[in-house]
């Protein structure tokens, strides 16, 4: 059953920066959430565009089915003053008591010695600025940075830029934590009209190019988005490969596969392509990474 978040009272003191799509904040239930409404799609303007928000309401869950510390999401719909009635998400507002988010862009600004500016993707200008910042152990954000990493490897996430994760703090106790993940409305293919699923899920050929040919990351290495497959396959990167071992045993496929299941009014094929891309993704990305990793831990000890 969607919640309709219609008649929700609107804080019109608060207002939210980012390109995707309109928010507003509301009060449900006696807690404050922003609600998020569906972003026109930029390149096909026919395209259903209402799978932004059913993707940030089922990523985050997933976030949290892998032990992540994850902001709240509610999936509903709202009807706008036109009468037109839409998807939408509510997210929980976990900067109440007091809190503040610092995005990583921001943090990053304040890394003097960065080669690049708070939103610069580059990965090696990322690893300067964890290890520069002193908020929190430079170990513990940098573990932290390479499950999202994974994760979002898993999920097909193409747009974890460093204006959509961070730190929270509390100037007042002067402390600092993790952000719950946030923001992750770019996972799972929301560009995916859900009439075009049938016809993907009969393609091997369009499955395998939505594996290993796109969505890349937007994180990048000289100058070039960093493909999922390629990078974490290599064994490269040895922060990396922890994080795979980390997350990689923290998945259980059943209980993303019920999230799916559980998400309220999705047409059974969208529900199919979902959990069918989840487990090729698993399979093809991070099992096939896995196994080489324990080849050569074995081979190399």
Not at 240 to 247: F, G, H, P, T, W
Not at 252 to 263: C, H, K, Q, S, T
Request: glycine share 6%.
């Amino acid at each position: 059953m969607m919640i309709d978040f219609t008649d929700c009272p609107v804080n019109k003191f608060i207002a939210y920066g980012g390109a995707n799509g309109n928010k507003i904040n509301i009060s449900f239930q006696g807690k404050s959430y922003m609600l998020k409404f569906p972003s026109v799609p930029s390149r096909n303007k026919a395209m259903s565009y209402t799978n932004g928000c059913i993707s940030e309401y089922l990523a985050c869950h997933m976030f949290e089915a892998l032990g992540f510390n994850t902001q709240e999401t509610l999936l509903g719909k709202y009807t706008d003053s036109r009468g037109k009635e839409k998807v939408v998400v509510a997210c929980g507002d976990f900067t109440e008591g007091g809190k503040k988010l610092i995005e990583f862009a921001h943090l990053k600004n304040t890394c003097i010695n960065s080669e690049q500016n708070g939103y610069g993707t580059e990965l090696s200008s990322i690893m300067q600025a964890i290890e520069e910042q002193t908020l929190l152990p430079s170990g513990k954000l940098r573990e932290f940075f390479w499950d999202m990493f994974i994760a979002d490897a898993l999920l097909g996430n193409f747009d974890r830029h460093n204006g959509n994760w961070g730190i929270l703090v509390d100037e007042r106790l002067q402390t600092a934590e993790v952000a719950p993940v946030y923001d992750c409305g770019s996972c799972l293919y929301p560009q995916m009209a859900v009439e075009d699923m049938p016809r993907l899920l009969n393609s091997e050929e369009e499955i395998q190019a939505r594996i290993y040919t796109f969505p890349l990351s937007i994180i990048e290495e000289d100058g070039k988005k960093i493909p999922y497959f390629k990078f974490i396959s290599s064994l490269k990167n040895s922060d990396c490969n922890e994080a795979l071992k980390r997350v990689h045993k923290r998945i259980d496929m059943d209980r993303l596969n019920e999230i799916i299941a559980d998400a309220p009014q999705l047409p059974p094929i969208q529900r199919e392509f979902y959990q069918i891309m989840l487990r090729e993704r698993k399979e093809k990305i991070l099992d096939y990474s896995m196994e080489l990793l324990m080849t050569m831990e074995q081979i190399y000890p």
